[in-house]
């Protein structure tokens, strides 16, 4: 049986591949390609093409099920049957399958179990779900909007405070000043790297990391922007529980960050849902979108918008 789960995020395209009996993992980090603000599917195609021809090169390119999780999922438009178009031109695909990363996040997580998933890594948004009559959203919305708490917002913060520490201003970090030298020079370079690219969004976000190492050397304005962070995504979560003693999980290369923001997060939604069961994620996005393959190939995925959506080629 061939079948792939692979999540795309604003931090790159990743998966799993189940080929011929081998399992492959890869991870192309570079940033998905954007056009007028939505994943440009025509650049996308290309590079998911490459990783699902990798393990076949030396035969047969027929995969039974492809499920991809992906950014910006509900809003999409065309994009899953322009993807599945531009699959299915160069590999043979039984079943394919778009999802929101939510979605997939919401499955690696809790497998399946009713509750609420909060995916944060450049972005930020939270699924509340039973899967069945339960659908409920929270932000999502673009760095330039909302994904309060994601590590767009989080960079973006960190290389504010810099900026004011660089200008002599209050609340200024001299920690988070110094890291934006070491990564850009001067602030002057910062700014042309920021606003000259596809994606701002991934430049802001890959600054969250220097964040989370000046918090590590104790510097208070870096420890308080990681402390907001897990208290934003915990009020997204609070929003999207639901019933008794509601289920709440997470997902997303930020919660690598690990305690930092994992206790604000726990801490701030207890406060919140003084009733929440917190579990730990069963696995990742890309572990979702593997099992959403894996269903489709039993028949037991059905077509359900605005998260799912499923197109079969035979």
């Known amino acids: 049986m061939n079948i792939a789960g692979i999540d795309v995020g604003g931090g790159g395209v990743r998966g799993q591949l189940e080929f011929?009996?081998?399992?492959?993992?890869?991870?192309?980090?570079?940033?998905?390609?954007?056009?007028?603000?939505?994943?440009?599917?025509?650049?996308?195609?290309?590079?998911?093409?490459?990783?699902?021809?990798?393990?076949?090169?030396?035969?047969?390119?027929?995969?039974?099920?492809?499920?991809?999780?992906?950014?910006?999922?509900?809003?999409?438009?065309?994009?899953?049957?322009?993807?599945?178009?531009?699959?299915?031109?160069?590999?043979?695909?039984?079943?394919?399958?778009?999802?929101?990363d939510v979605l997939t996040t919401h499955v690696g997580s809790l497998e399946y179990e009713p509750g609420v998933v909060v995916a944060a890594g450049t972005g930020a948004i939270a699924l509340g779900t039973d899967f069945e009559h339960i659908w409920r959203r929270v932000d999502g919305w673009g760095y330039a909007l909302g994904d309060d708490g994601g590590g767009a917002w989080i960079g973006a913060r960190g290389l504010r405070a810099a900026l004011r520490a660089h200008d002599g201003r209050e609340d200024g970090s001299?920690?988070?000043?110094?890291?934006?030298?070491?990564?850009?020079?001067?602030?002057?370079?910062?700014?042309?790297?920021?606003y000259d690219v596809p994606s701002p969004a991934h430049v802001l976000a890959q600054f969250a990391t220097a964040v989370a190492e000046a918090a590590h050397t104790g510097d208070p304005i870096a420890n308080g922007i990681w402390r907001d962070a897990g208290r934003c995504l915990a009020q997204a979560a609070a929003a999207a529980a639901f019933g008794s003693q509601p289920r709440v999980s997470w997902g997303g290369r930020l919660f690598d960050a690990g305690q930092l923001l994992l206790d604000p997060f726990t801490t701030s939604l207890v406060a919140l849902v003084p009733d929440v069961r917190v579990v730990s994620p069963s696995g990742t996005s890309t572990d979702g979108a593997l099992a959403l393959a894996r269903k489709a190939t039993r028949g037991e995925v059905v077509h359900s918008p605005p998260y799912l959506y499923v197109m079969t080629g035979r």
């Open 174 to 194: 001299a920690a988070l000043l110094e890291r934006l030298h070491a990564v850009y020079g001067h602030p002057s370079k910062l700014v042309a790297h920021t």
């Open 20 to 100: 011929q009996g081998r399992a492959t993992l890869f991870d192309d980090g570079r940033p998905v390609p954007r056009i007028n603000g939505k994943v440009d599917v025509a650049r996308l195609a290309p590079r998911i093409v490459d990783a699902l021809n990798a393990p076949s090169a030396q035969g047969t390119r027929r995969y039974h099920a492809v499920a991809i999780g992906m950014t910006g999922v509900p809003g999409l438009d065309d994009a899953p049957a322009e993807l599945s178009r531009a699959l299915s031109r160069q590999l043979d695909i039984d079943t394919f399958i778009l999802a929101g």
